[in-house]
């Protein structure tokens, strides 16, 4: 394939994604894609639609996991974009706090090989970002996909898949670092960071990241906001006084992941009037499922209501003992409802500090873990778990495929994470430079 015709693939495949968020906030775009251009794992971030057009049918590497997908697992919750930033830390709905994956904005379902293949290439370009050579990449990658295999075998095994955790009892290295970074935040910290209290009443800071609602639109925000309450689970509603709408303000989506899309954070009383436990929730816009580009399933498309209930439900379902405020809600716009996801904005999250890890007996601790964390989001999002979209047993089913061939899934994703590592170099310095060109027609590189 000439570099001309890959660019096309490239701009081509960020344009169906992004279109109308581009036309509608060209400014994002333009601070996404500059970040993007950053380097290449900043690029692969960013374009998880890329590597869809790349994996499924009539893709590039379509045919990379035929060996180990059937019918069955075909068809699991995945989380859609798993690279190596997007795992870190979270307080569960039992108290406990719990390293795991995280971001589940482009959760749908897929093949279960698509996350191992993402991760697996995030690793290996990460790992050629910090110049370490490729049988080291190798083995890193073999370490995670053994641990992920040895985890789906442990979970057919065991009655409860939801019990197994990464917590300040079991990880280790960097993943029990950022358990140790979450402990020492504060809620109360976090607040005085973000608000300021007047006349006993706490409110957000007006800073340069905020905007006032006009009316109309604070009274739509807090509207959206009470049709939210009723998709709680029961654990969620808690005191007489939670919930209470203490501020609202608006916020636009401006990280590789999120621009464009409007978020709002709404501040609410705790489980006490006191004030040192009010709650901040962010309301964020939902937006097209990378993997449902690819995914040509009716029922799943009918399941959802809108973008928002897909990323609520989907997280419900990969993440045991989710965030007890997670909930979907819409907002009247010309177009028709447009979907939110709701969630707390937590104190206690803490990611892995990569840039702090540049040698290899570091990710050698932490590798393995990310394979077990995989396999866990896999396997509790089944016939079990509350939602009836996916109703095989994955542990069995995953299990199936791999089979006794774990040597051959090892050498599959080696070769994929190094080739397609090499594809992402190349893939960067394209978009950097139709990027330039002005290939995007709503975004102007200056």
């Known amino acids: 394939m000439s570099a001309d015709d890959r660019t096309d693939i490239i701009v081509t495949s960020l344009r169906e994604a992004f279109g109308p968020l581009m036309e509608a906030d060209p400014r994002a775009f333009r601070t996404k894609f500059r970040k993007m251009a950053r380097d290449p794992f900043a690029f692969y971030r960013g374009s998880a639609c890329l590597f869809y057009a790349d994996v499924g049918d009539g893709g590039r590497y379509a045919d990379v996991d035929r060996a180990f997908v059937d019918e069955d697992s075909s068809r699991v919750w995945i989380q859609g974009d798993l690279h190596a930033e997007n795992f870190g830390t979270y307080l569960d709905a039992d108290g406990r706090l719990v390293f795991d994956v995280n971001d589940f904005d482009e959760a749908y379902l897929g093949h279960w090989t698509w996350d191992v293949e993402r991760f697996v290439a995030s690793l290996a370009l990460m790992c050629w970002q910090k110049a370490l050579p490729d049988d080291t990449i190798a083995a890193l990658v073999e370490s995670y996909t053994r641990a992920y ?25 960097a993943a029990l670092h950022a358990l140790h970074v979450a402990k020492m935040s504060t809620r109360f910290e976090m607040l005085e960071e973000q ?23 604070e009274e739509a925000v807090r509207s959206a906001f009470d049709t939210y309450r009723a998709t709680l689970p029961e654990r969620g509603e808690r005191g007489r006084v939670t919930f209470d709408v203490l501020d609202v303000v608006g916020r636009s989506g401006v990280g590789i992941g999120s621009a464009g899309l409007p978020t709002y954070s709404i501040l609410i009383e705790g489980f006490t009037q006191a004030l040192d436990n009010d709650v901040i929730l962010s309301m964020k816009q939902g937006n097209v499922a990378a993997p449902s580009r690819v995914v040509d399933d009716e029922r799943a498309r009918d399941y959802f209501e809108h973008h928002g209930h897909r990323t609520a439900i989907s997280q419900r379902a990969l993440q045991a003992h989710a965030d007890r405020f997670l909930g979907w809600t819409a907002l009247e716009r010309s177009s028709g409802p447009t979907g939110y996801v709701v969630s707390e904005v937590s104190p206690y999250e803490a990611d892995v500090s990569w840039d702090a890890l540049s040698e290899p007996e570091d990710l050698e601790v932490l590798v393995p873990q990310l394979g077990r964390a995989t396999a866990k989001i896999h396997c509790v999002a089944d016939s079990e778990s509350d939602q009836d979209l996916v109703q095989v047993e994955v542990e069995d089913a995953v299990g199936r495929c791999i089979g006794d061939d774990v040597d051959g899934l090892v050498s599959t994703l080696t070769d994929f994470a190094q080739d397609y590592s090499r594809r992402v170099r190349e893939d960067h310095a394209l978009f950097v430079e139709a990027f330039r060109s002005g290939a995007f027609q709503h975004v102007a590189p200056a």
């Open 149 to 173: 295999a040895d985890q789906v075998a442990h979970y057919r095994e065991v009655d409860d898949d939801t019990e197994w955790a990464l917590t300040l009892d079991t990880a280790e290295g």
């Open 195 to 217: 608000t300021v209290v007047e006349d006993y009443r706490r409110r957000f800071a007006d800073t340069s990241v905020v905007r006032r609602l006009e009316g109309d639109e």
